[in-house]
């Protein structure tokens, strides 16, 4: 039997913040996750986001629905309220949390399978209505969980690992958050730890719907050639006994590089992804100029990291809904149910 759990002992020298915690009270069980994957490493970006904004972890309620993007909460804060909805639920159900306890910070992690393609429409609908929280997508652009079928995000003409050609569309959830209303909007890259941190601390202290899209390539159906989101990991199995998936050890792919630059980051298949980080000088405010830049370097074949858009006064559901300062869980009966009166006057109101 395999346990999963961390020790509880801390070293007594580990520094720590100004809430009392150490880096080490932000960490969850220990993954389960294919070695380097670029999901481990956006955990890793989210204890060390909370620990430097001094958050204490039971003030966070993390929210996932299904894929491998989905059993990161597991790993990291794990002090934290937390709860896995069915697939594509994720922000409905975050919504109605919301609702009820305003007082908490929502951290909602998702797939581009999970949001993309089942829960477009609940990510959608988060988005437009500004819920408050931090939205992260851990992007690879396949199914990890049920055998590298194409995502919604795989991009047109990449090819799967039987060599078929994927020629739909690829949805950019980006583009969508922006349309939609969002006022926070990122992408980042999973190896680039010095830029995510920031784009998640930003995340977590807005005040409306703040939206991450993470380009983090599956380790494990992306290993071929023609994949635009690929490590080269070898797939093992022995059929006498029964199928089994090995990977492969690798290091992590890590990109550092400055501000308006763009880096070709090479996979281990030898293919190139290129990124461009925004320059110092751009304008985050101006939402449709936003959209059109990321357009403009899509056709390049490069991918915009970064903050793209940020709306500095931005207002959320709660505002828009006029609810009370109060959190809806601790009314009583006599606030919730004032009586036939009330009612009355309610539904007077209304004609």
Same mark, same amino acid.
């Given at each position: 039997m395999?346990y999963?759990?961390? #020790?509880?002992?801390?070293? #007594?020298t580990?520094?720590?913040?100004?809430?009392?915690?150490?880096?080490?009270?932000?960490?969850?069980?220990?993954?389960?996750l294919?070695?380097?994957?670029?999901h481990?490493s956006?955990s890793?970006?989210?204890?060390?986001?909370c620990?430097?904004?001094?958050?204490e /972890?039971?003030?966070?309620?993390?929210?996932?629905?299904?894929g491998?993007?989905s059993k990161?909460?597991d790993?990291f804060l794990?002090?934290?309220?937390?709860?896995?909805?069915v697939?594509g639920?994720? #922000?409905?159900?975050l919504?109605?949390?919301?609702l009820?306890? %305003?007082? @908490?910070?929502?951290?909602?992690?998702?797939?581009?399978?999970?949001?993309?393609?089942?829960?477009l429409?609940q990510?959608a609908?988060?988005?437009?209505r500004?819920?408050?929280?931090?939205?992260?997508v851990?992007?690879?652009?396949?199914?990890?969980?049920?055998k590298g079928q194409f995502?919604?995000?795989?991009? %047109?003409?990449?090819?799967?690992?039987?060599?078929?050609?994927?020629?739909?569309?690829?949805i950019?959830?980006v583009?969508?958050?922006l349309?939609?209303g969002a006022?926070?909007?990122? %992408?980042?890259f999973?190896?680039?730890k010095?830029?995510?941190?920031?784009?998640i601390?930003?995340?977590?202290?807005?005040g409306?719907?703040a939206?991450i899209?993470?380009?983090? /390539?599956?380790?494990?159906?992306?290993?071929?050639?023609g994949?635009?989101?690929?490590?080269?990991?070898?797939?093992?199995?022995?059929?006498?006994v029964?199928?089994?998936?090995f990977?492969?050890t690798?290091?992590?792919?890590?990109?550092?590089? /400055?501000p308006?630059?763009?880096?070709?980051?090479?996979?281990?298949?030898?293919?190139h992804?290129?990124?461009r980080?925004l320059?110092q000088?751009?304008?985050p405010?101006?939402?449709y100029a936003?959209?059109?830049?990321?357009?403009?370097?899509?056709?390049?074949?490069e991918?915009?990291?970064g @903050?793209?858009y940020?709306?500095p006064?931005?207002t959320?559901m709660?505002?828009a809904l006029h609810?009370?300062?109060? #959190?809806?869980?601790?009314?009583g009966?006599?606030?919730?149910? /004032?009586?036939?009166k009330? @009612?009355d006057?309610?539904?007077?109101s @209304?004609?």
């Amino acid at each position: 039997m395999t346990y999963l759990a961390k #020790p509880a002992l801390h070293h #007594p020298t580990l520094t720590h913040n100004r809430v009392g915690y150490t880096r080490r009270d932000y960490e969850g069980r220990i993954s389960t996750l294919c070695a380097g994957c670029g999901h481990d490493s956006i955990s890793a970006a989210i204890v060390q986001a909370c620990w430097e904004l001094d958050i204490e /972890p039971h003030r966070v309620a993390k929210l996932s629905g299904i894929g491998c993007s989905s059993k990161t909460p597991d790993y990291f804060l794990g002090a934290a309220h937390g709860f896995n909805t069915v697939h594509g639920r994720m #922000p409905s159900v975050l919504t109605g949390a919301n609702l009820a306890n %305003r007082d @908490l910070l929502y951290l909602g992690v998702s797939g581009d399978g999970d949001s993309a393609s089942i829960g477009l429409g609940q990510f959608a609908n988060a988005m437009r209505r500004g819920v408050r929280m931090a939205y992260i997508v851990e992007n690879n652009g396949v199914y990890g969980l049920t055998k590298g079928q194409f995502s919604a995000t795989a991009d %047109r003409g990449s090819k799967s690992k039987k060599g078929v050609v994927n020629n739909d569309s690829p949805i950019d959830l980006v583009g969508l958050a922006l349309q939609l209303g969002a006022t926070y909007v990122a %992408r980042g890259f999973s190896g680039d730890k010095a830029q995510l941190v920031p784009l998640i601390k930003g995340a977590l202290g807005h005040g409306g719907a703040a939206f991450i899209d993470v380009i983090s /390539p599956c380790v494990a159906f992306n290993n071929h050639g023609g994949s635009t989101k690929s490590y080269d990991y070898v797939r093992q199995h022995n059929e006498a006994v029964s199928r089994i998936d090995f990977i492969t050890t690798r290091d992590e792919i890590t990109a550092d590089y /400055p501000p308006g630059e763009v880096v070709e980051v090479e996979q281990h298949d030898g293919r190139h992804l290129r990124l461009r980080k925004l320059r110092q000088d751009y304008d985050p405010t101006d939402r449709y100029a936003a959209l059109s830049y990321m357009n403009d370097h899509q056709a390049r074949g490069e991918v915009v990291t970064g @903050l793209l858009y940020l709306e500095p006064l931005a207002t959320d559901m709660h505002s828009a809904l006029h609810t009370t300062d109060t #959190p809806l869980n601790t009314l009583g009966v006599k606030q919730l149910c /004032p009586g036939a009166k009330a @009612l009355d006057k309610l539904n007077a109101s @209304l004609r």
